[in-house]
């Protein structure tokens, strides 16, 4: 056996045996996704990462295998609860975090979106295809001036007759160069209040460009758009969509899954560097067979379980219809900075090959850049829980 042949398949890490209390429907949405993964994903994404392409073969066969859905309840979405939809992002980004964060854009941003404050025509009309991954989904909230302070988007929605007319520029928007369907977030000029506008394809005045020479989620393109009195009819705005407080209900579910993406890259890291250790032979022994080395992958062990603990317990919140913005978001910043630490300490471990990517975790090293910064930076997220438990706000 070569030293890279199967690195990335998953060693089941689950040292605190938490998987012992996952009902069947659990436990077959983890390994559904993993075979996914292991199947259909890892034999060919390092070449789509290389090349920036997008693998939308790849897309249509996670809806075909019904897993998107982010556990949005009926209209076409596959039966999964708040656990069941984490350890479906968990194994998809352990195996790629571009396909990861398609789903999280296509169902925990775009689909969330008209299913939590969509009309019901418009949740039929959308989310049956865009469950299949048939209709492709974007949600246009940050714009090249607005990241952290996404509040004050200066995105712009006039009324006119019976259609809204938006004019603003957006960046960072995930699959916005190709979706059916894109959420733009304006403000509307008669009340400054920012709401949720459904842009169709093909609309006239919207304009994309796929950003180019990003060193993280190559296989995944993000849009920077430009809207040029884009003319919406009155019927696609987001009846729920009233203020940005609403579009923050939206983000606060997917910032949980952040979390969860968080820890599939970690995992990813963790076993490729368990498994690298037993085959890889220096000064006459496997690597497994010095101190040092089970010392350093007992502490990414040690941060895996750490992350996975917080995973368990968010779900469990969620459940219950208990998780507040502060819990996801202390959640997200724990998990994506360990997974940092974890993956650096992967690359290491590996020495010269750790950068190749035929051992994957060079990829998710880099990968995992864009989630610690994506729905919210750690900065942001320090100062909310900040907040939060101090009564006193460090920003605007």
């Not at 209709?135 to 809204?164: C, K, N, Q, V, W």
């Not at 939206?250 to 949980?256: E, F, K």
Request: hydrophobic share 40%.
């Amino acid at each position: 056996m070569t030293l890279a042949e199967d690195i990335g398949k998953a060693l089941s890490t689950d040292y605190f045996q938490l998987r012992e209390e996952f009902s069947p429907e659990q436990m077959d949405h983890l390994l559904r996704t993993r075979a996914f993964v292991e199947d259909e994903v890892l034999p060919v994404i390092n070449g789509y990462w290389e090349r920036a392409e997008f693998p939308r073969e790849l897309a249509e066969k996670l809806g075909a295998a019904g897993l998107v859905g982010d556990g949005i309840e009926g209209y076409g979405c596959p039966p999964m609860d708040a656990l069941s939809a984490g350890l479906v992002h968990m194994e998809l980004n352990r195996g790629d975090g571009s396909l990861g964060t398609f789903l999280g854009v296509q169902a925990g941003l775009a689909m969330k979106s008209i299913a939590m404050l969509g009309s019901e025509e418009q949740k039929q009309r959308w989310l049956p295809p865009m469950a299949r991954c048939e209709a492709l989904g974007a949600f246009a909230l940050t714009e090249p001036d607005h990241g952290s302070d996404s509040i004050a988007l200066e995105t712009s929605a006039r009324r006119d007759g019976e259609s809204y007319v938006l004019n603003g520029s957006k960046k960072w928007i995930g699959n916005g160069t190709i979706a059916d369907v894109v959420v733009v977030w304006a403000r509307d000029t008669d009340d400054g209040q920012v709401k949720g506008f459904l842009v169709e394809k093909g609309a006239q005045g919207y304009r994309a460009r796929r950003i180019e020479g990003k060193g993280s989620l190559r296989a995944v393109w993000q849009a920077e758009i430009e809207l040029e009195d884009v003319r919406v009819p009155a019927e696609n705005v987001l009846p729920g969509g009233r203020s940005f407080k609403d579009t923050g209900a939206v983000l606060a579910t997917t910032r949980g899954s952040c979390a969860w993406m968080a820890l599939g890259h970690a995992v990813a890291g963790y076993e490729a560097a368990l498994t690298y250790a037993g085959r890889r032979k220096q000064f006459g022994k496997p690597l497994v067979e010095f101190q040092l080395i089970q010392e350093r992958l007992v502490g990414m062990l040690a941060k895996v379980t750490s992350m996975q603990l917080y995973c368990r317990r968010l779900a469990d919140l969620a459940l219950a219809g208990r998780v507040e913005p502060t819990l996801a978001g202390l959640a997200k910043a724990h998990n994506t900075s360990t997974a940092r630490a974890v993956l650096a300490e992967a690359r290491d471990l590996l020495g010269g090959n750790g950068i190749l990517l035929d051992f994957h975790v060079i990829r998710h090293m880099a990968d995992i850049e864009s989630i610690h910064t994506f729905e919210g930076t750690e900065t942001i997220q320090t100062l909310i829980v900040g907040r939060d438990i101090t009564g006193a706000s460090a920003f605007a």
